[in-house]
T-cell receptor
Framework: ETGVTQSPTHLIKTRGQQVTLRCSSQ?????VSWYQQALGQGPQFIFQ???????GRGNFPPRFSGLQFPNYSSELNVNALELDDSALYLC?????????????FGPGTRLTVL | SQQGEEDPQALSIQEGENATMNCSYK?????LQWYRQNSGRGLVHLIL?????REKHSGRLRVTLDTSKKSSSLLITASRAADTASYFC????????????FGKGTKLSVIP
């Protein structure tokens, strides 16, 4: 157990809809990152938040957006869902911004877009 | 884009045998990390090796790093059925954002 939780566990949406995924980081962790993992692939970095500000973004369109809250929770929002958005979405928290910091992953949210 | 590429893509061994997985990467790294993922769930951090280190041990795990060949290997000794999982290498990249860039992973099956 990493102490990082995600909700919901599974979600089914239809194309064009909007979705919000939630993550609760370990207490005291100022950094949260979100990753998308398609079937059979490694996780791909979506974006990172540090002390409630976006601190880096991967190659994802603006319809992927996020928020980080002072209580160590965060959200990933995806608008105008596409079939290719079907994936496992993982959040990971770490204590600070450092390249040696361990990132602790949650169990993920499995999103299916029909 | 994928940075590290693991080899082999899949590996099946008997319990008690050793498992070796390799990872190659394209650009220079600060450090390389290995993660395990069970059944498409969350990833668990296994070990981190810095760019100025050549070998690191943690329990039954041994990681090597060859920066001249841009490659790393993960050795699991005396494997157990519970080691069945996918294993990913990842490097920390990005100035200031410290994002993990993962390979596609090696799927390890340990047969009891």
């Amino acid at each position: 157990e990493t102490g990082v939780t995600q909700s919901p566990t599974h979600l089914i949406k239809t194309r064009g809809q909007q979705v919000t995924l939630r993550c609760s980081s370990q207490s005291g962790h100022n950094t949260v990152s979100w990753y998308q993992q398609a079937l059979g692939q490694g996780p791909q970095f979506i974006f990172q938040y540090y002390r409630e500000e976006e601190n880096g973004r991967g190659n994802f369109p603006p319809r992927f957006s996020g928020l980080q809250f002072p209580n160590y929770s965060s959200e990933l929002n995806v608008n105008a869902l596409e079939l290719d958005d079907s994936a496992l979405y993982l959040c990971a928290s770490s204590l600070q911004l450092a390249d040696t910091d361990t990132q602790y992953f949650g169990p993920g949210t499995r999103l299916t877009v029909l | 884009s994928q940075q590290g590429e693991e080899d082999p893509q899949a590996l099946s061994i008997q319990e008690g045998e050793n498992a070796t997985m390799n990872c190659s990467y394209k650009t220079s790294i600060n450090n390389l990390q290995w993660y395990r993922q069970n059944s498409g769930r969350g990833l668990v951090h296994l070990i981190l090796i810095r760019s100025n280190e050549r070998e690191k041990h943690s329990g039954r795990l041994r990681v090597t790093l060859d920066t001249s060949k841009k490659s790393s290997s993960l050795l699991i000794t005396a494997s157990r059925a519970a080691d069945t999982a996918s294993y990913f290498c990842a490097d920390i990249s990005g100035a200031g954002s410290y994002q993990l860039t993962f390979g596609k992973g090696t799927k390890l099956s340990v047969i009891p």
